[in-house]
């Protein structure tokens, strides 16, 4: 499935033009433009706007537009400008504009859709359609320029007819890059083609009115998952799954060798899909809009999996219950997450998976008891006491560095004495030696994190060993990365589910869902914005880098914004609200849904 990264650096100029296009485009036109009925079924991914100009504007009146268009943050837009100011000044030579010119340029509806192939060298084709809508001529324009320079000693451009067109197709003529895709691009009026095989182009402009039958609006995954993304949407995209994965065993019998080991390798690879029940996943899909009704953000991500659950998807059953925080929650929390998880199920999904039969009973086999007594019983000592519910919290402690952030973990318990034993019993097998503490009528145990030998640490991270704080209390499993933290929890206090802006996220929330999720936008800014003020942004984006091999490109990203043009806080808080997040399992699939808040006013 590899495309030579040359051919990669050669289509890149033409790629940022498409996804641009994606992102950014709209308003109807005139002419036809190829549909979902153009398409074939077997389609392995497509996005879609409907409406980009009107997205474009939708952008611009959100939350994050009204900031950008902020007076404060000129200056900050100003300096960022310049600093790209070669990179616009190459696209301005190369196609004659700019790149802001160039995203506001198409006009109509756009699509990228990506075609599985019978070519095991280039197993998908990449397909583009995009209105420009009165832009015609100045697209036309940019494309041939960008024609005319990709023309050279290393590349070859040829133009050939097909149904009143001209098809434009730039190959490279290095020999390194013989089985390399072209680009070829052609037009209609105003709507525009790229597409990185000929035979696939073709196809596209002779079914342009749409197929009779075997199209990508007849393929069962796609309307299913159209169905539950619903109207309203500005930006949707899928993926079918089966797809993906037949490539991924074509890919793997590709991989086998010559002769039988090729097919001996693909049917590995299916079998194991099938043991695993991972091919039960059908398709994935999802949407996205901007300022709509009471939102300023709105996006869906939708797993479609119908039928009864198999192999591994079967340990993720995660019922529909009255998710609310818990009151041990404290109000002043950045963010939540709880889910709702049949833990007894997934003891009994993981024990019977195909793969490995008994896999839980086993383990237990080689876990020796303290001091010769009986060893920890998955069953009986862990998935037993555990209720059904997981939390994460996280909070941000002052002053802001990039290991601010507090994270606690919890799980409910239905017999938090039966969970003490397996505590007890667990750090006996393994001869820890946790500092016991008490707080409050509270054991709490603090666990030095072993170092990891070789680990790289990010520049200005914390040295020496850290502390991870468990106890057992109100009914709950408590982890937590920093000892304050979880002291603050046992103490109590307000609760987030009692906090105003919590409410107000809540309303938002169907009274039964699988998971729930807040988020304090502004706390979370503000991590962002004390790290860049202070230099440790920077710091982190060199650490990272370093421990990934070192990139002199990605160290100078962190340049591009100066801490000295921000403006101050209060213009960004003046734009940020809160979010919130669900989930809800049915039995074909879950059905994510991620919202921030209009902000009355800002």
């Known amino acids: 499935m590899r495309i030579p990264s040359r051919a990669v650096r050669r289509l890149a100029p033409i790629s940022t033009l498409s996804l641009a296009w994606l992102l950014l485009s709209a308003a109807p036109s005139p002419a036809a433009m190829p549909t979902e009925k153009s398409l074939p079924s077997s389609t392995v991914a497509f996005f879609k706007v409907d409406n980009a100009a009107g997205l474009r504007e939708a952008f611009r009146r959100s939350q994050m537009g009204r900031l950008l268009a902020d007076p404060a943050m000129k200056p900050l837009k100003d300096d960022f400008a310049a600093k790209l100011d070669d990179a616009n000044k190459q696209l301005r030579e190369a196609v004659g504009v700019t790149l802001g010119q160039l995203l506001e340029m198409p006009e109509g509806a756009a699509w990228l859709a990506v075609l599985a192939k019978d070519d095991p060298k280039v197993p998908v084709a990449f397909l583009l359609a995009a209105d420009a809508g009165k832009n015609e001529k100045s697209m036309a324009d940019v494309m041939t320029k960008a024609t005319d320079k990709a023309q050279g000693p290393d590349a070859k451009v040829t133009e050939e007819k097909f149904q009143g067109l001209s098809l434009h197709v730039i190959r490279s003529t290095k020999e390194e890059d013989k089985n390399a895709p072209p680009v070829v691009w052609s037009h209609q009026g105003p709507t525009f083609y790229i597409a990185t095989d000929v035979d696939a182009l073709k196809e596209l402009i002779a079914q342009a009115d749409g197929r009779d039958q075997d199209s990508l609006a007849d393929n069962e995954t796609y309307t299913a998952i159209q169905k539950k993304i619903g109207t309203g949407a500005q930006g949707t995209w899928f993926i079918d799954a089966g797809q993906v994965l037949r490539l991924v065993t074509q890919a793997a019998g ?8 090729n097919a001996q390798q693909a049917q590995q690879v299916e079998a194991m899909l099938q043991l695993t029940g ?45 998710l609310r925080p818990e009151a041990w929650v404290p109000a002043s929390v950045a963010s939540y997450q709880s889910v709702s998880w049949d833990l007894d199920n997934a003891y009994t999904a993981l024990n019977t998976l195909a793969i ?15 001091e010769g007594g009986d060893g920890i019983s998955f069953q009986k000592d ?40 397996t505590l007890n019993k667990a750090i006996k097998m393994s001869q820890g030696a946790p500092k016991k503490r008490e707080f409050q009528g509270t054991t709490i ?32 499993l408590f982890a937590s990365s920093e000892p304050a933290f979880l002291e603050q ?33 502004e706390e979370q800014a503000r991590l962002l914005y004390d790290m860049i003020k202070s230099g440790e942004f920077q710091k982190a984006i060199q650490g990272a880098n370093m421990a990934g091999g070192g990139n002199a490109d990605v160290s100078k990203a962190g340049d591009l914004i100066d801490p000295e043009k921000l403006p101050d806080f209060s213009v960004f808080a003046k734009y940020l609200s809160e979010g919130g997040s669900y989930g809800v399992m049915e039995e074909d699939g879950m059905t994510l849904n991620r919202f921030i808040l209009r902000k009355a006013n800002p």
């Open 445 to 476: 145990y603090d666990f030095q994190a072993p170092n990891l030998p070789n680990a790289p640490k990010p520049a200005g991270a914390k040295t020496g060993k850290e502390t991870i704080s468990v106890a057992i209390a109100k009914g709950t």
């Open 489 to 521: 929890v046992l103490r109590g206090g307000p609760g987030l589910a009692d906090a105003p802006e919590f409410q107000t996220v809540a309303k938002q929330i169907p009274e039964k869902t699988s998971t729930l999720g807040y988020d304090r936008s």
């Open 356 to 370: 490995a039969p008994g896999l839980l009973d086993q383990l237990e086999k080689n876990l020796a008891g303290p």
């Open 382 to 421: 862990v998935f037993g006491p555990l209720g059904d519910r997981l939390t994460i919290i996280s909070d941000f402690k002052k002053p802001i560095t990039e290991n601010s952030q507090r994270v606690l973990f919890a799980v409910a318990l239905d017999d938090p004495k039966a969970f003490q034993n």
């Open 254 to 261: 590709a991989q086998g060798g010559q002769g039988g080991d």
């Open 278 to 322: 991972i091919n039960g996943l059908k398709g994935l899909g999802g949407s996205v809009a901007f300022n709509v009704g009471n939102f300023d953000t709105l996006s869906k991500t939708i797993v479609y999996a119908p039928g009864p659950a198999q192999g591994v998807l079967k340990v993720f059953n995660l019922p529909k219950v009255s």
